[in-house]
């Protein structure tokens, strides 16, 4: 139990907020590449313009921060924000007036 305990805190998200334009072709482009970005390294889509990601460790979150970094987009509102497993556990989520379950943490695979 205390080993589980330690997790909560240890095991990290990253959830990147963003509000890009999208007036022209380009910046619709641009929006929708940087969606794809986010998919392909592994971010779900909580709503339209927030992504979410598991990362088992500090260290991997930081991984997945600086690859985000690299694929931001020319123009817009981005923000990345990390916040502990246990923070994450502590989410209520409504749709509507009716309380929702808050989505499973991937199952993690253990070696030794």
Known sequence: MK???LNQYRIMWVMVFFDLPT????????ANLFRKRLQKDGFSMFQ???YMRHCASRENMQVHIKRVKSFLP??????IMQIT???FGMIELYHGKKKEKPPEMPQQLTLF
């Open 3 to 5: 080993l589980e305990r």
């Open 85 to 87: 497993d246990k923070q």
């Open 74 to 79: 020319p123009d817009g509102f981005v923000a």
């Open 23 to 30: 007036e022209t072709k380009k910046d619709r482009r641009n």
């Open 48 to 50: 339209f313009s927030i």
